[in-house]
């Protein structure tokens, strides 16, 4: 069973399109993207315990349950937005933002990059580690 009760995360901008990660019902994860200049694409993954894992703990390290609820820039018209909806055991937190984020963002970022076992979120998540 996972630790982990909800999940959601989009990243997105005009230019590049939107990718998203859900959490579905049976534990598996849709990823999904549209927009920009590459074709839609809608894959199911199912990440091994050790890759929640260590997707959990950078969630706890960055201590994302602390995070402001909204990182908006109002005088930015063409940016980058996102959107994350978590809850487990642990934690819940829930916020979204366009033009800023939280500290720790790009950590985040990294983290659901490599639960999706590298997928590219359209080039918005930049990762040079090899997963």
């Known amino acids: 069973m996972l630790p982990i009760r909800k999940f959601y995360f989009s990243i997105g901008c005009f230019w590049t399109g939107e990718a998203e990660v859900k959490l579905l019902k049976d534990g598996t994860l849709l990823y999904s993207t ?7 694409v809608k894959l ?6 050790e890759a929640w ?7 706890l ?4 349950s ?11 018209l063409d940016s980058t937005g996102w959107e994350i ?3 487990t055991k642990e934690f819940a937190y829930t916020g979204s933002g366009y ?3 939280p500290p720790n963002f790009d950590d985040f970022c990294v983290a659901a990059k490599r639960l999706v076992g590298g ?3 359209n080039g918005l998540i930049n990762d040079d580690t090899e997963i």
């Open 34 to 40: 549209e927009g920009g200049p590459n074709e839609p």
């Open 44 to 49: 199911t993954i199912s990440p091994p315990q």
């Open 53 to 59: 894992d260590q997707f959990l703990n950078t969630c």
């Open 61 to 64: 390290e960055i201590r994302m």
């Open 66 to 76: 602390q995070w402001e609820t909204s990182y908006h820039d109002e005088n930015v």
């Open 85 to 87: 909806k978590i809850k």
């Open 99 to 101: 033009h800023l984020s």
């Open 119 to 121: 997928l590219d979120f």
